[in-house]
């Protein structure tokens, strides 16, 4: 009945607590592993089971965990204590069961008072004799089903086949939201197995009835007669062993089909062509998702969720033998996922499944409404953020409104696209803006007002329930007015500890980026010149001279081994610095491209290293973090905010030093180049990814107790 683990983490964000009754890793195992690396946005995870290798792995990610007597093992009343002692201690705003005994258990253990429930359904079919061996025990777990769904306040089905079977086997009142398991692209971080000419067909599966075995390997041998040199794996233990065995030996294929048992899926996969499952019914299998994933064909039969994943011509009926042969042998029947969700993708949809189960007051203390007012009406850097904030906002279940001018109307118009509500006011110019913005604030506004930049902050100075979230460094003139616009406002917000250090009584909420997805992988080929990159605007503050004074040391000591590739053009630049830029550019002529306006991938995708040789105190640095979420390598100055970003100081050089730069990017390129990237992946996910955004400001706003 203890519950061990769950140490405290101060964190205000509420609790979401996960009940699985199994410890092992099959099964719903994957799904609790992907969220758990990837966060649910604005909740804290803790997951309840018994000990054993869930656990353990969930504590290597990083994952809170409660462990103790719970599951069928255990016992009901057991169970019971256990999960009710654990909802006491942590006070968990959401518990969410797994499988159908937390289902159960969950239903029928008392909770306290505030605390709402929410069900995945991962397993059901169709054919109810696929998990009930007798009528009765169909009829009778059906009722025992109907009962407990009365009790939850959210469900949640992982296809549209398994939200059809439960409305027609249980009749549950509530609403199911569908949400398919996400999967995120793989990508390579070795080089590929070398796969055989031949064709390579895996099982991976029980060696159970319901999973269809024995048409499988009948198929194959129709396989067999048209390539002789085939082969099946069939990956997996269960009662049949010795039966499939046995066929496989009667149909003469002995030669041509393995039974290894138990097997590494992701190694099995590398080394096959095609993965078969002709199971008797299927939800959201992960394992058509992964093999589709990698680019394998996938042959699966007609039943439950698998025609949301499958490509119409590798669906086949599996007691059609020579049908699953022509599926099999068919190089036609490719299933690609594109669009599909990613992880993130699916626990942002959770997160709002639970929005939607909370009362307003129980969602970490979170406003119900909040309008952001925008600094400019077209799109810049902080126009990016508001846009991702509102992002947040709308994922943690918080009503936005963006508020703009009418010219230019880009702003606007994206947060419209967005699925905002959007309020237009009419202005055109900085003055119209201040004074249309400052009217409507004080007479029409709904709830706390976000202002995103010092315009829309000044513009509303003195007016209540505000945060100001400034994305510059105020000189100048700004300095006065930005004390003028922080009176009586709720917080000041700065993307990074460089900036509190200029901003007082500020706090740090950093920037986020989308993971950017690069359409292709660079391959430099042997012999060919390293592409070092530059993304962002042609000026001396962006420290272009720097570049080119170090890129033209390079060329004298290492003659033809780098290029430089430059994207950005000199916007906002005076003719004057324009005139330095070129003239510091003008001697590197030979090596240096300029690509003008291109697409952030494409250029991404086209470099080796992407060096951001900033002299003035950058806030953040927003190419950064999108470059460690491209798993593309970057070097950085040490101006204002870019070495918080980047972390890992052995990538930081002087700014201002062209020598050091040329150091540093010789010095890239004599290391090990993949040495840093994955360690700026993680940091980004755990520190930069919308995920983190969201869960920064969701802690954020908790703080404040704001409410309406």
């Known amino acids: 009945m203890a519950v061990g683990d769950i140490p405290r983490t101060g964190s205000p964000l509420p609790i979401a607590l996960w009940v699985v009754p199994v410890s092992g890793l099959g099964g719903v195992a994957r799904h609790i592993l992907d969220v758990a690396s990837a966060g649910i946005p604005g909740y804290e995870l803790i997951v309840l089971s018994p000990e054993g290798p869930l656990p353990a792995e969930l504590r290597k990610r990083g994952a809170r965990v409660a462990v103790g007597s719970f599951g069928p093992d255990a016992g009901t009343l057991s169970s019971i204590r256990t999960l009710r002692t654990a909802a006491a201690r942590l006070r968990p705003a959401v518990v969410h069961s797994h499988l159908a005994y937390a289902d159960v258990i969950v239903a029928a253990t008392p909770l306290p008072a505030g605390t709402v429930r929410v069900t995945t359904e991962h397993g059901i079919a169709g054919d109810d004799q696929v998990y009930h061996r007798t009528a009765l025990k169909s009829r009778l777990m059906a009722k025992v089903h109907q009962l407990r769904l009365r009790r939850f306040d959210g469900v949640i089905a992982v296809a549209e086949a398994t939200k059809r079977a439960m409305t027609e086997k249980w009749a549950p009142s509530q609403d199911i939201r569908v949400i398919l398991n996400g999967v995120d692209p793989i990508r390579q971080t070795s080089l590929p197995v070398s796969r055989n000419s031949s064709l390579r067909i895996l099982a991976l599966a029980r060696l159970s009835p319901e999973k269809r075995i024995p048409q499988l390997l009948k198929a ?8 002789p040199d085939a082969h099946l794996t069939v990956a997996g233990v269960g009662e049949l062993e010795s039966e499939l065995k046995q066929l496989a030996s009667d149909l003469g294929m002995t030669e041509s089909v393995t ?15 095609v993965l078969a499952q002709l199971s008797v019914w299927e939800n959201c299998s992960y394992s058509l998702l992964d093999a589709a994933n990698r680019g394998m064909r996938v042959i699966a039969s007609r039943v439950g969720g698998n025609p949301e994943i499958v490509d119409p011509r590798g669906l086949v009926d599996a007691d059609d033998i020579d049908a699953v042969a022509a599926a099999l ?27 939607e189960a909370l009362p307003a007051d129980a969602r970490g203390g979170l406003p119900a409404h909040i309008t952001l007012a925008t600094n400019n009406g077209d799109i810049g850097g902080g126009e990016v953020m508001l846009l991702s904030i509102a992002k947040a906002l709308r994922t943690l279940g918080v009503e936005v409104t963006v508020v703009g001018p009418s010219e230019p109307a880009a702003l606007v118009e994206a947060a419209r696209e967005q699925g905002c509500k959007v309020v237009e006011l009419p202005a055109n110019g900085r003055r119209q803006w201040i004074a249309q913005l400052r009217a409507w604030d004080g007479s029409q506004r709904e709830g706390l007002l976000w202002c995103n930049g010092l315009v829309p902050a000044f513009a509303t100075s003195f007016h209540p329930r505000r945060i100001v979230h400034l994305h510059q460094r105020p ?40 993971m950017v997805e690069l359409p292709a992988a660079r391959e430099r080929r ?8 530059f993304l962002g605007r042609f000026s001396v503050d ?18 033809g081994r780098f290029r430089l590739r430059m994207a950005g053009e000199p916007r906002f630049v005076s ?54 979420s491209a798993r593309i390598p970057v070097i950085v100055s040490d101006a204002g905010a870019l070495p918080e970003v980047i ?14 730069l040329a150091e540093a990017i010789s010095k890239h390129f004599d290391d090990v180049p993949s040495r840093h990237v994955e360690d700026q992946f993680v940091r980004w996910r755990t520190k930069f990814s919308p995920e983190a955004g969201t869960e920064r400001v969701a802690s954020m706003l908790a703080a404040l107790r704001v409410r309406g």
Do not use: C
């Not at 190089?331 to 709002?352: F, I, P, Y």
């Not at 042997?526 to 990159?533: L, N, R, Y």
């Not at 962006?542 to 003659?559: T, Y």
């Not at 830029?581 to 991404?604: K, M, N, Q, Y």
């Open 220 to 227: 194959f041998s129709v396989v067999l007669e048209r390539k």
């Open 259 to 273: 039974f290894p048992g138990f097997v590494d899926a992701d190694r099995a996969m590398e080394e096959a062509d």
């Open 329 to 355: 042998l068919d190089e036609r029947a490719e299933t690609h996922l594109d669009g599909w969700l990613s992880v993130s993708d699916m626990t942002k949809a959770v997160a709002e499944v639970y929005g």
């Open 475 to 514: 000189t100048g003139v700004q300095r006065l007015l930005s004390s003028i616009a922080r009176i009586g406002s709720l917080r000041t917000l700065v993307p990074s500890e460089s900036m509190r250090g200029a901003i007082s009584r500020s706090t740090v909420l950093p920037n986020w980026a989308e």
């Open 526 to 533: 042997e012999g060919e010149p390293a592409i070092v990159g």
């Open 542 to 559: 962006k420290g272009v001279p720097v570049l080119a004074d170090a890129m033209a040391q390079l060329e004298k000591s290492n003659p």
């Open 575 to 628: 003719e004057s610095a324009r005139a330095t830029v070129e003239a510091a550019l003008a001697p590197i002529s030979d090596i240096v491209e300029f690509t003008g306006w291109t697409l952030r991938d494409d250029f991404l995708a086209s470099i080796d290293l992407l060096v951001v040789p900033s002299i003035w105190a950058e806030p953040f640095g927003l190419v950064v973090s999108e470059a460690m």
């Open 647 to 660: 972390g890992d100081q052995s990538l930081v050089f002087k700014a201002g030093d062209a020598s050091a």
